[in-house]
C-alpha cells in the first residue's frame, strides 16, 4: 500500500474515534482525499430510530458535497472499522459511494490487521444510476 494510503487510513482510524454507536457498538471512520490534498472525514452516527443513522462514508461524501466539491475532485476515501473482519460498505452506501465517487477512485477498506484496496466497479457492479433514471 502506497504512503499517500496508509495516511489516509490513519486518518480515516482518527475519524473513527468520533463515532457514536452506543446501539451496535461498532465504530467506523472515513477519510476522503481531494485531488487539491484536502481531507475530510467522517464517522458513524447511529440513532434510536435506526433509519436514521448514518454510516461514516455517507458522512465523509456528504460533507465534502457540502462543501462545494464535486466527483472530479475525488481522489480515494478510506474506510475503516474496529470489527474483526474487513467490512466493506453497506448497500446504501455502495450506491451512493456510486453515483459520488470517481468510479476509477481507490476505495480503501481496513480493520487494522487487513487491508484492501478496491474501487466502486468492483464492489457494485451493475449500478443503477442517474443513467437510469433520465
Known sequence: MSQNNEQLVKKAFI??????????NYHVGAALRLKNGVEIIGANIEN????ATC??????IFQTYSQGYRKDDIESIAI??????LAGP???????????LPQDAPIILSNGKETMVT????????????????
Open 15 to 24: 475519524a473513527m474515534e468520533n463515532a457514536y454507536a452506543p446501539y451496535s
Open 48 to 51: 434510536a430510530s435506526f433509519g
Open 80 to 85: 475503516v472499522s474496529d470489527g474483526k473482519y
Open 119 to 134: 474501487n466502486i466497479n468492483e464492489l457494485l457492479p451493475l449500478q443503477f444510476g442517474i443513467k437510469d433514471v433520465l
Open 90 to 100: 453497506c448497500g446504501i452506501c455502495r450506491q451512493v459511494l456510486s453515483e459520488l
Open 55 to 60: 454510516c461514516a462514508e455517507r458522512n465523509a
